[in-house]
């Protein structure tokens, strides 16, 4: 069973202060890890895919990284605008589409 | 600029109740699916669907049935409602990936929610 846990639960910056959101996964060979954001009361927004072990994306203040067991999400010094959940999905290569999501890590940034 | 529409917002059913949660998209693409989200538990599949006439049961499918009949919409239907099935309901899609590639495959289009209390 493909499994996805995110940690810490809940983090809370000053503005300025970077910081790493972990994403440990196990998966039935990985065919993608994906990374969302989502704002209360808003459906999840698609930030980044990383295919395999050592593979790093960047976006403005974001950076994700993938080891062959989990993924970082760096975050270099953040504004209160990034202040959302952090989701992590995993897709399994067994053919199906579904993805398997964590619980997520609600950042909040204070200016 | 629709994206993915999902009505309504906001619903409160009684305890045996039935009801239609609509999903639209207006970015023809091949791939919707409905999810769950509770506290604590992350997102969790209900039902997908790969074309128009095609779905499949996900990971949480019991109490809920969905149909296909155009590439639009995606309409997930709660046959009896139960408190259990208190949650955010989001509609998600994706183009069809390109055969050699393996992108668009999780970069999903999700809908704002429709948020269900079953009293």
């Known amino acids: 069973e493909d499994q996805v846990t995110q940690s810490p639960e809940a983090l809370r910056l000053q503005e300025g202060e970077s910081s790493s959101l972990n994403c440990s996964y196990t998966?039935?060979?990985?065919?993608?890890l994906f990374w969302y954001r989502q704002d209360p009361g808003k459906g999840p927004e698609f930030l980044f895919t990383l295919y395999s072990a050592g593979e790093e994306k960047e976006k403005e203040r974001l950076k994700a990284t993938l080891t062959k067991k989990e993924s970082f999400l760096h975050i270099t010094a953040p504004k209160p605008e990034d202040s959302a959940t952090y989701l992590c999905?995993?897709?399994?290569?067994?053919?199906?589409?579904?993805?398997?999501f964590g619980s997520g890590t609600r950042l909040q940034v204070q200016p | 600029n629709a994206g993915v529409t999902q009505t309504p917002k906001f619903q409160v059913l009684k305890t045996g109740q039935s009801m239609t949660l609509q999903c639209a998209q207006d970015?023809?693409?091949?791939?919707m699916s409905w999810y769950r989200q509770d506290p604590g538990m992350g997102l969790r599949l209900i039902h997908y669907s790969v074309g128009a006439g095609i779905t499949d049961q996900g990971e949480v499918p019991n109490g809920y049935n969905v149909s296909r009949s155009t590439t639009e919409d995606f309409p997930l239907r709660l046959l009896s409602a139960a408190p259990s099935q208190t949650s955010v309901y989001f509609c998600a899609s994706s183009p069809r990936p390109p055969r050699t590639v393996r992108i668009g495959t999780g970069e999903l289009f999700f809908g704002e929610g429709s948020r269900l209390t079953v009293l």
């Open positions: 998966v039935s060979g990985l065919r993608g």
């Open positions: 970015m023809n693409h091949e791939y």
């Open positions: 999905a995993v897709q399994a290569g067994t053919g199906r589409r579904a993805l398997t």
